[in-house]
């Protein structure tokens, strides 16, 4: 079964955080999450390990910011990376012995759910130190026609 269904997390300049390379990493995130939710099932597998790949980068590389700057509240943030890359081996291995998309498409709405409140709660905060550390100050986030100055 094809899925006809539409990404259910569009990109949206409002997933601006302020800090290049996590914005970067956000925006292809919302992508292949998107693919996962929309891709014909004969693909789901090359979409999975493209979103693994992804997925170890990404949260890798912020666990690493959180350990190298000493940032305070990185505990539960390196939490929820670890959980979804738990979450994720499970269904790849489901997707991998029994062919269950069904599986996979829950997982990628499942993460189109989570991630804005990640985002906003703890890739922000982690956005606005690295920031600090960078410029001295905290980001300004640019969307389309105004600079918007986060409230310090
Ligand atoms: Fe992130
Ligand atoms: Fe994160």
């Given at each position: 079964m094809t899925p006809t269904l539409e990404p259910s997390l569009p990109w949206s300049d409002a997933l601006l955080l302020g800090y290049p390379e996590m914005d970067a990493e956000h925006r292809e995130f919302v992508e292949l999450v998107g693919r996962l939710q929309s891709a014909p099932d004969e693909e789901l597998g090359a979409h999975l390990a493209a979103f693994e790949v992804h997925a170890r980068r990404h949260f890798g590389t912020e666990d690493t910011w959180m350990e190298e700057?000493?940032?305070?509240?990185?505990?539960?943030?390196?939490?929820?990376?670890?959980?979804?890359?738990?979450?994720?081996e499970e269904v790849q291995a489901l997707h991998a012995a029994f062919g269950r998309c069904d599986v996979v498409r829950s997982f990628a709405d499942e993460l189109a759910r989570w991630f804005p409140g990640h985002a906003d709660y703890l890739d922000s905060a982690l956005a606005a130190w690295m920031s600090k550390r960078r410029h001295g100050g905290r980001p300004v986030v640019l969307?389309?026609?105004a600079a918007v100055s986060e409230p310090g």
């Open positions: 700057t000493g940032f305070p509240p990185r505990d539960c943030h390196q939490k929820e990376h670890a959980a979804v890359l738990q979450s994720l969307r389309r026609g």
